[in-house]
């Protein structure tokens, strides 16, 4: 028995079962490396998510799919930084800033 | 009842499918991110930092003693001097330690919070690895889940299971197959594949 046919086969290639889940991965690094969020802030909500899940009873939570619970992450995330609410600041480049780094309003005027 | 199950599970999946699409599309439509940001970044875990880093890391120790032990010692510091490709910053790289296979000893690497696999050596885990089945049973019962897997080690052998958390990022360093003397470092790195940098198997025999 197997626990998985990719187990012992997989010499280099990322493993996805479908390009969705390739995309939600690259989604989620992507907004972190244009510093979005701390890397360490989507671990601790898929950390979260997870335990939520296994908190459920198992005749409600359904059948575990990693990917699910990196959706369900990515998600919270870009609601909690209002990555799609709030206004888009740019710089002079016209690239986006992200708001955690974005330069204080100067109040003095 | 199973057919429902399916059904259901159909479902999700077009469901998670579609919100991923969405997301994206809004996302660069925002200008929050570039038309190919993702494609970048997939790009760079795919080609740049993958397990032919760990390949690279491993096959130094097996050459080179003095390395292997520093490695041991103190990981990030050891594979700096590899100057390998620089990793996505604080993605993975930070807390990377190395555990050492040797006569009557192996080690496995399980993730009980999956989400701490040092993706910038190994590259992107097994589809698998993931599995809370396997997360478990890995830590109750390795020589059993080991042997399932293909890899038989004799009674004697003490295995070493480590569960990778935010503070210590776990891999293996495989023993060197025998008959390798004569091999390049390109030849060994060849023989370091992904999973015996997690343990569940031996580097690859010389052939």
């Given at each position: 028995?197997?626990?998985h046919?990719t187990?012992?086969?997989d010499?280099?290639a990322?493993?996805?079962?479908h ?5 939600a991965f ?9 510093r979005?969020y701390d890397?360490?802030?989507?671990q601790e ?6 335990g ?6 198992e005749?409600?939570r359904?059948q575990?799919?990693?990917y699910?619970?990196?959706v369900t ?6 609601d909690r930084?209002e990555?799609l609410?709030a206004?888009?600041l740019?710089?002079a480049?016209?690239h ?8 204080p309003h100067d109040?003095d005027? | 009842?199973?057919s ?7 479902e999700?999946e077009a469901?998670s ?11 660069i439509e925002k200008?929050v991110i570039?038309?190919d940001?993702?494609?970048a970044v997939?790009?760079?875990?795919e080609?740049i ?7 690279r ?5 097996w ?6 032990q ?8 050891a ?10 910053e ?8 190395a ?7 192996h080690n496995l690497?399980?993730?009980?919070l999956?989400?701490?696999y ?12 993931k599995?809370p089945?396997?997360r478990?049973?890995?830590a109750?019962?390795p020589?059993k889940v ?9 009674a ?9 958390s935010?503070?210590?990022?776990w891999?293996?360093i ?9 091999f ?7 023989l ?8 569940v198997?031996l ?5």
């Open positions: 028995m197997k626990l046919e187990c012992t086969t010499q280099a990322p493993q996805f079962d390009e969705w889940q390739r995309r690259g989604l989620a690094l992507a907004l972190s490396e244009f979005h890397w360490s802030e989507f909500g898929l950390i979260a998510t997870i939520e899940w296994e908190a459920m009873p005749s409600e359904g575990w799919q990693y699910d619970h990196w992450t990515l998600d919270k995330l870009v930084h990555l609410t206004p888009v740019t710089d480049d016209d986006a800033i992200p708001h955690d780094h974005a330069i109040h005027h | 009842m199973s429902d199950l399916f059904k259901y599970n159909d999700r469901a499918a579609a919100k991923v699409r969405a997301l994206e599309a809004l996302l200008g570039g038309s940001s993702v494609d997939l790009d760079h875990f080609k930092a993958g397990p032919f880093n760990g390949a890391i491993v096959a130094r120790a050459v080179d003693p003095a390395f292997k520093r490695l041991i010692d103190d990981t990030p510091t594979i700096a001097e590899l100057q390998l490709p620089v990793g996505m604080g993605a993975e790289g930070e807390h990377m330690a555990v050492a296979n040797g006569p009557g000893v690497i399980i993730c009980t999956c989400s701490c040092p993706w910038p050596v190994l590259g992107l885990p097994p589809y698998w690895y599995d089945t396997f478990s049973r890995a109750r019962e020589r080991l042997a399932e897997v293909g890899l038989d080690l004799p004697d052998t003490e295995i070493k299971v480590w569960d990778s935010g503070h210590s990022r891999f293996v495989p023993e060197r197959p025998s008959g390798t003397e004569d390049t470092d390109e030849m060994l790195m060849d370091v594949t992904t999973e015996a940098m997690i343990g198997a580097a690859g025999p010389a052939s």
